[in-house]
């Protein structure tokens, strides 16, 4: 089953070069620069809200713990992230930081806890959106 969802990241980008920096990269620039280097780095870098367009597949079979023992069975899950593209189609999903990834992960853990299926960003390409698996 797919799952969209939106998340959002903050990136520093240079005018300059065009280059995005997440936190990180960016407090790392100030760690060894003098005061006149980081006024003219903070010149340089604007900060930026991301607004990305998240897509990930999971599924989640809820345990039975009920009825005969040899029909009973331990909840199953899985879930990932497949792409975090930005309005002009860029894919930032190998770009996001450990704590981002997670925090997109806990996202769409929760939808496919929930079965949150988003049927508005329904992808043509998927044959089986819009069909839950039951593990039969």
Request: glycine share 6%; with cysteine.
């Amino acid at each position: 089953m797919s799952y969209w969802f939106k998340f959002e990241i903050i990136r520093y980008h240079n005018q300059t070069t065009n280059k995005f920096l997440n936190e990180q990269e960016y407090d790392e620039m100030f760690s060894d620069a003098s005061l006149e280097e980081q006024h003219n780095i903070e010149n340089c870098f604007t900060e930026k809200c991301i607004t990305l367009n998240v897509k990930g597949t999971g599924y989640y079979i809820p345990a039975r713990t009920w009825g005969d023992p040899y029909d009973c069975y331990p909840a199953d899950s899985d879930y990932d992230l497949e792409s975090a593209k930005d309005e002009n189609g860029y894919d930032w999903l190998d770009d996001l930081t450990d704590t981002e990834r997670s925090e997109a992960m806990s996202e769409l853990a929760s939808k496919v806890y929930r079965g949150d299926h988003d049927y508005d960003n329904y992808d043509p390409g998927d044959k089986y959106a819009g069909f839950d698996y039951y593990g039969y």
